[in-house]
């Protein structure tokens, strides 16, 4: 006992030892510690205390009326309801898609990926807004579908789900994809070459292979889901769910404390379910892997296992072309539902009207996006390959944004930042500077855990060398390491710049007269029922993030490494 105590002990000195050696590198550590603690853990704590301490005192008296009132706890069980049936019906979606990709001769191969990942690019809430266009009262296809099946309503479950399936399957599907490639074809090849069934080697070798990352994929589907706010926005109807309650009780009934209380009954599951995620994820791993993915496919596939595979990947595809068609076609539309002409005027007022919108968005994400790249280069560099007291907590709190919901960050940055603190003196209120910290420190983990993976591909001994040779580890870090994890910087810079561009569930919180984005304004022309604006405008965001990745694809492409975008969430 003693013994095990005075390594501990000896450990903690040598840290220390190698820290001060460093004095720069010491401060480094110390401000992201002040950062994270500020802009991430700080907000999250006003949430937690605006709901339970109220007149100086510590009240529980809202989570009290919450529970006592079906208004407020029937948002909870909606969001969960949701949630399940978005999860569950995402990841057979994604999985479907992952397995014909690896393990199928399916054509178009390229083809189908682009499709299954193309939501990513654009507001979650434009897929609603394509509903309503299709299925909503003066939809295109409603006379026909009211001939077949009767009266119906897009508006509520039935369309969120939906919606949030095909804005959310795709995180599953870059998932799954990994989880199947990582799994060598000649396993379920060689027992069926033994006699098995098909359904015999998925059900013992392929399915339980996968089940870590079908249980991953489904916990991350769920905490976008149940922190989705966009799409429940647009189109829940009376379909009542917690992200959208949270809200409308701080800008509707201006009760802040109520609010808070709200997004923390959102913040439960949503963590809880992250935490079950990194659970699944950190298991040791049982996939047998014989060396590097090649790329193989299962090749004694019979045509009724093809077929639906098949099938539902022709599904998904023909809904996803047909919704953003439909945003394409509903763009040119004088006036939808009435006036069905087409023209450009949608597009040269969105130009005159949104232009103020488009270089806010614009202006604030690159400004967020290369900040939040270094900044999660760095952080994954202090946690790899420096060892320090706190390194873990490091981790944890970097990533602790990811579990939160929008909703949750928007509410704690108001009730952190509307007024001066003992950790930030300042009132950032109606400021730029809080929407560009709020981006990237929303966006922040996902860069983290892109160089955490390339951190762990490269030999410790290359910067051993560099550092054994004299120099210190901000030179190392910045002739060495960056260099060599340029891909992953660039993968980061992707991933933030279209999150930054397509943010809403927490900017919405914090956005002014003086400082808006594209989204709110896309959000208020659907509040509005004027779909062909919105349609313009958010043709017009997704054409911008396209040309965005397109110049950020051809620095990687002149690094030589040849990373794809659309994996930047794997």
């Keep these: 006992m003693n013994s095990s105590r005075n390594r501990k002990i000896k450990e903690i000195i040598d840290q220390l030892t190698l820290i001060w050696k460093e004095p720069i590198l010491f401060i480094f550590i110390l401000l992201i510690f002040?950062?994270?603690?500020?802009?991430?853990?700080?907000?999250?704590?006003?949430?937690?205390?605006?709901?339970?301490?109220?007149?100086?005192?510590?009240?529980?008296?809202?989570?009290?009326?919450?529970?006592?009132?079906?208004?407020?706890?029937?948002?909870?069980?909606?969001?969960?309801?949701?949630?399940?049936?978005?999860?569950?019906?995402?990841t057979i979606a994604g999985f479907f898609f992952a397995y014909a990709l690896t393990r199928t001769p399916l054509p178009f191969k390229n083809f189908f990926r682009l499709t299954i990942t193309f939501p990513i690019i654009s507001p979650p809430f434009v897929v609603a807004l394509a509903a309503i266009l299709l299925f909503g009262r003066a939809g295109s296809?409603?006379?026909?579908?009211?001939?077949?099946?009767?009266?119906?309503?897009?508006?509520?479950?039935?369309?969120?789900?939906l919606v949030e399936t095909i804005a959310y399957s795709p995180t599953a599907?870059?998932?799954?994809?990994?989880?199947?490639?990582?799994?060598?074809?000649?396993?379920?090849?060689?027992?069926?070459?033994?006699?098995?069934?098909?359904?015999?080697?998925?059900?013992?070798?392929?399915?339980p292979l996968a089940t870590p990352g079908i249980a991953s994929a489904w916990l991350l589907v769920f905490i976008q889901s149940m922190a989705d706010f966009g799409n429940p926005m647009v189109i829940s109807g009376d379909f009542r769910v917690l992200?959208?309650?949270?809200?409308?009780?701080?800008?509707?009934?201006?009760?802040?404390?109520?609010?808070?209380?709200?997004?923390?009954?959102?913040?439960?599951?949503?963590?809880?379910?992250?935490?079950?995620?990194?659970?699944?994820?950190?298991?040791?791993?049982?996939?047998?892997?014989?060396?590097?993915?090649?790329?193989?496919?299962?090749?004694?596939?019979?045509?009724?296992?093809?077929?639906?595979?098949?099938?539902v990947c022709l599904l998904y595809t023909g809904i996803v072309l047909l919704f953003y068609g439909t945003i394409v076609y509903g763009s040119f539309q004088t006036l939808w539902g009435v006036n069905p002409t087409l023209t450009l005027k949608n597009y040269v007022e969105m130009l005159e009207v949104g232009k103020d919108y488009l270089y806010d968005s614009v202006f604030l994400s690159s400004i967020a996006t290369p900040i939040t790249g270094?900044?999660?280069?760095?952080?994954?560099?202090?946690?790899?390959?420096?060892?320090?007291?706190?390194?873990?907590?490091?981790?944890?709190?970097?990533?602790?944004?990811?579990?939160?919901p929008g909703t949750v960050v928007g509410i704690g940055y108001i009730l952190a930042f509307n007024q001066k603190s003992i950790l930030f003196p300042f009132i950032l209120t109606g400021t730029a500077l809080i929407i560009i910290i709020l981006l990237i420190f929303r966006d922040m983990p996902v860069g983290i855990r892109s160089g955490i993976a390339a951190l762990q591909q490269i030999d410790p001994a290359i910067e051993e060398a560099s550092t054994d040779l004299g120099a210190d580890s901000n030179t190392t870090f910045r002739k060495i390491t960056l260099p060599m994890i340029a891909p992953a910087f660039f993968s980061g810079l992707a991933y933030g710049f279209v999150k930054a561009?397509?943010?809403?569930?927490?900017?919405?919180?914090v956005v002014s007269g003086k400082w808006n984005l594209i989204t709110i304004a896309i959000l208020g022309f659907v509040d509005n029922t004027q779909y062909a604006r919105a349609a313009a405008m958010s043709i017009i965001l997704i054409i911008i993030i396209l040309i965005a990745l397109g110049v950020i694809q051809f620095l990687v492409n002149r690094i030589g490494k040849g990373v794809r975008l659309t994996t930047i969430v794997e």
């Design 34 to 90: 002040y950062f994270l603690i500020t802009f991430v853990v700080f907000p999250i704590f006003q949430v937690v205390k605006n709901s339970m301490y109220i007149n100086g005192s510590w009240d529980f008296s809202n989570y009290i009326a919450i529970f006592s009132k079906r208004y407020f706890v029937q948002p909870l069980i909606n969001s969960i309801v949701l949630g399940i049936y978005t999860a569950t019906i995402g």
């Design 501 to 509: 561009m397509t943010a809403i569930s927490a900017v919405i919180f």
């Design 141 to 161: 296809l409603t006379p026909w579908l009211k001939s077949l099946i009767g009266n119906y309503s897009i508006y509520g479950l039935g369309g969120l789900v």
């Design 173 to 207: 599907f870059l998932v799954l994809y990994g989880v199947l490639q990582a799994i060598d074809p000649s396993l379920e090849e060689a027992s069926m070459d033994l006699g098995a069934s098909w359904s015999k080697v998925f059900s013992t070798i392929t399915l």
């Design 374 to 404: 270094i900044l999660g280069m760095f952080i994954a560099y202090l946690i790899i390959r420096k060892k320090f007291i706190g390194r873990g907590l490091m981790e944890f709190i970097s990533m602790l944004t990811f579990a939160v």
């Design 243 to 311: 992200s959208v309650q949270a809200y409308l009780q701080i800008t509707g009934m201006y009760d802040l404390p109520r609010g808070s209380t709200l997004a923390m009954l959102l913040l439960i599951p949503t963590i809880t379910a992250f935490f079950l995620q990194k659970y699944w994820v950190s298991r040791k791993s049982y996939v047998t892997v014989t060396g590097k993915p090649t790329g193989a496919t299962v090749k004694n596939l019979d045509w009724y296992i093809k077929l639906p595979v098949y099938g």
